[in-house]
């Protein structure tokens, strides 16, 4: 039975109905379980964060019936890892239990999620929708159904011994006293460590990661998204990422679970750190995107990453969406969801942004290693170069490879002319009026009575000094008036006076120098203030 | 157990043996003893309380019982709140604590019921939060009066309860409680436009106007600006109004804005120097706001 998402509202005991009503064994109904572990996903619109909680929970104790496989997996181990709730740390200990090949690491995560449920526990009765147990029955703590989990493991998984003996030692994750009673007690009970079963082989977390790879062509048009930054400066999509790889992670700072928000952005300051070490700090971007932009205000962004070490300038910030936020949790797919204008719901989520703005491998759900991001950040400014090497070694048609080729070669003859072709353009009106000048005082010298023409001329020789003069005290710049003098007494003086050809043309030259130096300062457009 | 783990909460008084503790515990439970005797006892365990099973059990039933005295209860109530504050002892009671304290929200006695609706609230607890709403939304199922279960609402940003609080804001059943609503809906984005609204609102009373202007300034800096420039210039604004929107230009706005603000620079030189039948208060003001943005 689906849920009408069309005809709303339904209530979350419609909801906990039709989860009961699917049949975890059936493929498609198995779909739609899954679906709705998706943040994004209609159901969570609108919901409270308690709500959306209880939902997820019910929906993995419903997915754990038959055997989770896959990525299903994931959705078990994230909420062990960053869950805080007593409800959901349950539901998740409980589906851990229904995992088809469960590994001795996974035990690790359920120490975690004791760990996390220090402050938090509660009775849980998971045998009815979002049980916490507020009738008197006797209802077991989430700590029990963590603890049973881990004497399932203990039992059923060869291994599992040599992780817990391993954590309790380092005291990672920290457990109470009490806790590590329970754990030591689990411990008696479990399989003896096997001998031939080195520690190493079974706790690969390396399919945790949460590491997706990808680098094709975004369907999301980004050109609308606009930032602030920390400063309140604004930042174009197309204006930031293009500047260079980048590494992204998502928060917002009213997130109210230590294990997400606050501590991917103490992360991504250790990432940058990384990468001052390395010597990447000018090639590798870093920003973190707040979920929240209508209350992270800049004020707000800068205090927030600057209390977790985050460094900020103009190739690291922190930034809030201004326009384009559809099109940007579109093109990131953001697992995120909302009430009103909170978030009620979001996933751990980090990325590596190639210089073409497009999205290169991503780190969702679980927590991300610092090291993993940089290496990924690296390898993409590997591949970029690579690329760029590989654009410039062409294949000749025999096949064989040379450097330089015929075709860069080519380009090479061409480049000078061209640069130059560009460089002489007029691009605005005053580049325009300097080339007609030009033309004008080349043909002087051919039209007849030439000579009977000195006022004309003395008045445009005025006309133009005039013109340099007030072009040079705009710009502070004296070189192009002192050029223009100096050629108008050549071609007026030599050329005209002394009838010499070679004054004539070179007054007009050095003239026409003037005028190009004249020009305003590099840097500024080419117009005159 | 350690001597040391039977001193009261506030480390007072000597350590006390298992025996005395247990004599304690005993005159504690006796129903026949008088209320003074027994909360003496309950003082004397203190954090000890926590120590063995059966003595938690104790003094859970006694907070729970309806039947026992309330001063009984309550100090029953305020001696595991103080375990509270040592974590590790704590541990171990929370979820047992947490489900006596579900049920003793919905108690007769109202200072117990509200008190421990109050720490629910503090520990998020979602049942809590989906009462103190219900209760909004149907007055006759409320467990406590709307402006407290707005207050302590607005201690889980994350709960829902946003809506209901627009809609008292709206249409509130008294004052206090349109208050509470107003202060929980500070931290709501999308409200900015209903806080400068009720700001430049005349008919509105001083106080909502200045938490609407404090709202204001936590959602959109930029717009508290513009409406404290057009209350400082107005004076048919009451005076303690204008003297907010004064302060709030000289604490909060815009550097470059206010420089190169003449008219508003001019006016407010001119109401600090001393301007006929102004009042002293947004006089000072307006003379803070000229040392500190046109000194």
Same mark, same amino acid.
Request: hydrophobic share 40%; glycine share 8%; aromatic share 6%.
């Given at each position: 039975?689906?849920?009408?998402?069309?005809?709303?509202?339904?209530?979350?005991?419609?909801?906990?109905?039709?989860?009961?009503?699917?049949?975890?064994?059936?493929?498609?109904?198995?779909?739609?379980?899954?679906?709705?572990?998706?943040?994004?996903?209609?159901?969570?619109?609108?919901?409270? /964060? @308690?709500?959306?909680? %209880?939902?997820?929970?019910?929906?993995?104790? +419903?997915? &754990?019936?038959?055997? !989770? $496989?896959?990525?299903?997996?994931?959705?078990?181990?994230?909420?062990?890892?960053?869950?805080?709730?007593?409800?959901?740390?349950?539901? /998740? @200990?409980?589906?851990? %239990?229904?995992?088809?090949?469960?590994?001795? +690491?996974? &035990?690790?995560?359920? !120490? $975690?999620?004791?760990?996390?449920?220090?402050?938090?526990?509660?009775?849980?009765?998971?045998?009815?929708?979002?049980?916490?147990?507020?009738?008197?029955?006797?209802?077991?703590?989430?700590?029990?159904?963590?603890?049973?989990?881990?004497?399932?493991?203990?039992?059923?998984?060869?291994?599992?011994?040599?992780?817990?003996?391993?954590?309790?030692?380092?005291?990672?994750?920290?457990?109470?006293?009490?806790?590590?009673?329970?754990?030591?007690?689990c411990l008696a009970h479990g399989l003896p460590e096997p001998q031939d079963h080195p520690l190493a082989c079974c706790t690969s977390d390396a399919d945790w990661s949460g590491l997706r790879r990808s680098c094709s062509e975004?369907?999301?048009?980004?050109?609308?998204?606009?930032?602030?930054?920390?400063?309140?400066?604004?930042?174009?999509?197309?204006?930031?990422?293009?500047?260079?790889?980048?590494?992204?992670?998502?928060?917002?700072?009213?997130?109210?679970?230590?294990?997400?928000?606050?501590?991917?952005?103490?992360?991504?300051?250790?990432?940058?750190?990384?990468?001052?070490?390395?010597?990447?700090?000018?090639?590798?971007?870093?920003?973190?995107?707040?979920?929240?932009?209508?209350?992270?205000?800049?004020?707000?962004?800068?205090?927030?990453?600057?209390?977790?070490?985050?460094?900020?300038?103009?190739?690291?910030?922190?930034?809030?969406t201004t326009a384009g936020a559809d099109e940007l949790h579109a093109h990131f797919q953001l697992g995120v969801n909302f009430i009103d204008s909170i978030v009620n719901r979001h996933r751990i989520e980090a990325f590596v942004v190639d210089a073409r703005g497009r999205i290169s491998a991503s780190f969702v759900r679980l927590q991300w290693n610092e090291e993993d991001v940089v290496a990924e950040a690296v390898a993409v400014v590997d591949r970029a170069a690579q690329a760029d090497s590989h654009e410039s070694v062409t294949h000749e048609p025999d096949g064989n490879t040379s450097t330089p080729t015929r075709r860069s070669r080519l380009q090479a003859w061409l480049a000078p002319p061209i640069y130059l072709g560009m460089a002489l353009l007029p691009k605005c009106p005053i580049c325009g009026a300097t080339y007609l000048s030009l033309s004008g005082i080349l043909a002087l010298p051919h039209l007849d009575g030439i000579y009977w023409m000195m006022p004309a001329l003395m008045v445009l020789t005025i006309v133009n000094l005039a013109g340099l003069g007030w072009l040079a005290r705009a710009t502070r710049d004296w070189r192009g008036l002192?050029?223009?003098?100096?050629?108008?007494?050549?071609?007026?003086?030599?050329?005209?006076?002394?009838?010499?050809?070679?004054?004539?043309?070179?007054?007009?030259?050095?003239?026409?120098?003037?005028?190009?130096?004249?020009?305003?300062?590099?840097?500024?457009?080419c117009t005159v203030r | 157990m350690a001597p040391s783990s039977s001193k009261t909460p506030r480390g007072r008084g000597p350590t006390a043996d298992a025996a005395t503790l247990a004599a304690h515990a005993a005159v504690l439970a006796d129903a026949g003893k008088p209320v003074k005797q027994r909360l003496a006892a309950l003082a004397a365990l203190g954090w000890a309380i926590t120590d063995e099973p059966q003595r938690l059990a104790a003094v859970l039933k006694l907070l729970t019982d309806p039947s026992e005295p309330i001063q009984l209860r309550l100090a029953a109530l305020a001696v595991l709140q103080s375990a509270t504050f040592h974590p590790e002892r704590f541990e171990r009671i929370r979820a047992d604590y947490l489900k006596a304290l579900r049920k003793v929200s919905s108690d007769d006695d109202l200072e117990l019921r509200q008190r421990a609706l109050g720490m629910l609230a503090r520990e998020h607890d979602p049942a809590t939060q989906e009462k103190l709403i219900e209760g909004l939304r149907e007055p006759a199922k409320a467990l406590v009066t709307p402006e407290k279960a707005l207050q302590l609402l607005g201690y889980d940003l994350h709960s829902d309860a946003y809506p209901i609080a627009r809609a008292i804001a709206e249409a509130p059943p008294n004052e206090m409680a349109r208050r509470e609503a107003l202060r929980l809906l500070a931290a709501d984005g999308a409200s900015a436009q209903l806080f400068e609204n009720i700001l430049m609102d005349k008919g509105e009373s001083c106080e909502i106007r200045q938490l609407s202007a404090s709202a204001l300034h936590n959602l959109a800096p930029e717009r508290l600006q513009a409406c404290a420039r057009q209350i400082t210039m107005d004076s048919s604004e009451p005076s303690d109004i204008r003297s907010v929107g004064v302060t709030a230009l000289t604490h909060f706005g815009d550097d470059d804005t206010m420089r190169q603000d003449e008219v508003l620079n001019a006016y407010l030189k001119q109401l600090g120097d001393g301007s006929e039948g102004e009042d002293p208060g947004l006089q000072t003001a307006a003379r803070q706001y000229v040392a500190k943005r046109l000194a």
């Amino acid at each position: 039975m689906a849920i009408d998402l069309v005809a709303p509202p339904w209530t979350e005991q419609d909801f906990a109905r039709a989860v009961e009503a699917l049949d975890p064994h059936d493929a498609v109904d198995r779909a739609e379980l899954v679906s709705f572990l998706d943040e994004r996903h209609a159901v969570h619109r609108q919901r409270g /964060a @308690a709500a959306v909680g %209880r939902m997820r929970g019910w929906t993995l104790l +419903a997915l &754990a019936k038959a055997p !989770l $496989r896959g990525d299903e997996v994931m959705f078990v181990l994230e909420e062990l890892q960053s869950g805080r709730t007593a409800y959901e740390l349950a539901c /998740a @200990a409980r589906a851990l %239990r229904g995992v088809a090949s469960p590994t001795p +690491a996974m &035990a690790g995560l359920v !120490l $975690r999620a004791a760990s996390n449920l220090r402050a938090t526990d509660d009775h849980v009765d998971l045998t009815r929708y979002g049980g916490l147990a507020d009738d008197g029955t006797d209802a077991p703590t989430a700590m029990d159904a963590l603890m049973d989990t881990l004497a399932w493991l203990c039992t059923t998984v060869p291994g599992t011994a040599g992780v817990l003996a391993s954590a309790l030692r380092s005291d990672d994750p920290p457990l109470s006293p009490g806790q590590r009673d329970r754990v030591e007690r689990c411990l008696a009970h479990g399989l003896p460590e096997p001998q031939d079963h080195p520690l190493a082989c079974c706790t690969s977390d390396a399919d945790w990661s949460g590491l997706r790879r990808s680098c094709s062509e975004a369907s999301i048009s980004t050109d609308a998204i606009t930032f602030e930054d920390q400063d309140g400066n604004p930042v174009g999509y197309a204006n930031f990422f293009r500047g260079g790889p980048t590494v992204v992670v998502f928060f917002y700072t009213r997130c109210n679970n230590a294990g997400k928000c606050s501590l991917s952005v103490s992360k991504l300051a250790r990432i940058q750190r990384l990468l001052a070490d390395k010597g990447l700090a000018q090639v590798i971007q870093t920003a973190a995107i707040t979920y929240d932009p209508d209350y992270d205000l800049a004020p707000r962004l800068r205090g927030y990453a600057e209390s977790r070490g985050m460094c900020m300038d103009a190739r690291n910030r922190v930034m809030r969406t201004t326009a384009g936020a559809d099109e940007l949790h579109a093109h990131f797919q953001l697992g995120v969801n909302f009430i009103d204008s909170i978030v009620n719901r979001h996933r751990i989520e980090a990325f590596v942004v190639d210089a073409r703005g497009r999205i290169s491998a991503s780190f969702v759900r679980l927590q991300w290693n610092e090291e993993d991001v940089v290496a990924e950040a690296v390898a993409v400014v590997d591949r970029a170069a690579q690329a760029d090497s590989h654009e410039s070694v062409t294949h000749e048609p025999d096949g064989n490879t040379s450097t330089p080729t015929r075709r860069s070669r080519l380009q090479a003859w061409l480049a000078p002319p061209i640069y130059l072709g560009m460089a002489l353009l007029p691009k605005c009106p005053i580049c325009g009026a300097t080339y007609l000048s030009l033309s004008g005082i080349l043909a002087l010298p051919h039209l007849d009575g030439i000579y009977w023409m000195m006022p004309a001329l003395m008045v445009l020789t005025i006309v133009n000094l005039a013109g340099l003069g007030w072009l040079a005290r705009a710009t502070r710049d004296w070189r192009g008036l002192a050029l223009g003098w100096l050629g108008a007494t050549v071609t007026l003086g030599c050329g005209i006076a002394l009838e010499q050809p070679a004054g004539l043309y070179g007054g007009i030259a050095i003239s026409l120098i003037g005028c190009l130096a004249a020009r305003p300062r590099r840097g500024r457009p080419c117009t005159v203030r | 157990m350690a001597p040391s783990s039977s001193k009261t909460p506030r480390g007072r008084g000597p350590t006390a043996d298992a025996a005395t503790l247990a004599a304690h515990a005993a005159v504690l439970a006796d129903a026949g003893k008088p209320v003074k005797q027994r909360l003496a006892a309950l003082a004397a365990l203190g954090w000890a309380i926590t120590d063995e099973p059966q003595r938690l059990a104790a003094v859970l039933k006694l907070l729970t019982d309806p039947s026992e005295p309330i001063q009984l209860r309550l100090a029953a109530l305020a001696v595991l709140q103080s375990a509270t504050f040592h974590p590790e002892r704590f541990e171990r009671i929370r979820a047992d604590y947490l489900k006596a304290l579900r049920k003793v929200s919905s108690d007769d006695d109202l200072e117990l019921r509200q008190r421990a609706l109050g720490m629910l609230a503090r520990e998020h607890d979602p049942a809590t939060q989906e009462k103190l709403i219900e209760g909004l939304r149907e007055p006759a199922k409320a467990l406590v009066t709307p402006e407290k279960a707005l207050q302590l609402l607005g201690y889980d940003l994350h709960s829902d309860a946003y809506p209901i609080a627009r809609a008292i804001a709206e249409a509130p059943p008294n004052e206090m409680a349109r208050r509470e609503a107003l202060r929980l809906l500070a931290a709501d984005g999308a409200s900015a436009q209903l806080f400068e609204n009720i700001l430049m609102d005349k008919g509105e009373s001083c106080e909502i106007r200045q938490l609407s202007a404090s709202a204001l300034h936590n959602l959109a800096p930029e717009r508290l600006q513009a409406c404290a420039r057009q209350i400082t210039m107005d004076s048919s604004e009451p005076s303690d109004i204008r003297s907010v929107g004064v302060t709030a230009l000289t604490h909060f706005g815009d550097d470059d804005t206010m420089r190169q603000d003449e008219v508003l620079n001019a006016y407010l030189k001119q109401l600090g120097d001393g301007s006929e039948g102004e009042d002293p208060g947004l006089q000072t003001a307006a003379r803070q706001y000229v040392a500190k943005r046109l000194a």
